[in-house]
């Protein structure tokens, strides 16, 4: 388990036979949310190995030395990644990267009420909310956060 849950860690995704299929670096719950682009299946708990790092160099350069070392598809190896790990690599393509902050929030209570905030961040704190739970509400990863329902929409 992270000490710090923004500290930067490399992770690894093993299959039920106990061999790596993808390598990845992050902070937050990276290791645990949907990869698209390509889609890389997240498997249970128990079959990700979490690797903490000093920093996020430190993780970078674990990833790209793990990938090395197990190799994508392509080049003969195990792994589902696509390239060797360098920072950029993950990246949407660029027509389907957002300009700017061109999403919307839309929050709503249990009791139904409705908030559109033009400052999401400040909301957030206002309410006392954790923002990569909200985002994972937006996304579709977790139903609601602390009785938050959130919607995200492009303008």
């Given amino acids: 388990m992270l000490i710090d849950s923004s500290s930067y860690y490399v992770y690894v995704y093993f299959n039920t036979e106990g061999d790596p299929y993808y390598v990845g670096h992050g902070s937050h719950g990276r290791a645990f949310a949907k990869h698209t682009l390509p889609e890389i299946p997240v498997p249970p708990w ?42 950029g690599t993950h990246a949407r393509k660029t027509s389907e990267r957002p300009r700017g902050n061109n999403y919307k929030y839309k929050f709503t209570t249990a009791d139904g009420t409705v908030h559109t905030p033009l400052n999401v961040m400040q909301f957030i704190k206002e309410h006392d909310l954790n923002y990569s739970a909200v985002r994972q509400v937006a996304i579709g990863i977790r139903a609601s956060h602390k009785g938050w329902k959130v919607e995200r929409y492009s303008t």
């Fill in 46 to 87: 128990k079959d990700i190995e979490v690797i903490e790092c000093d920093s996020k160099y430190v993780a970078e350069q674990l990833e790209i030395s793990l990938i090395k070392k197990w190799k994508p598809e392509q080049n003969g190896g195990y792994l589902l990644n696509r390239a060797i790990g360098k920072p």
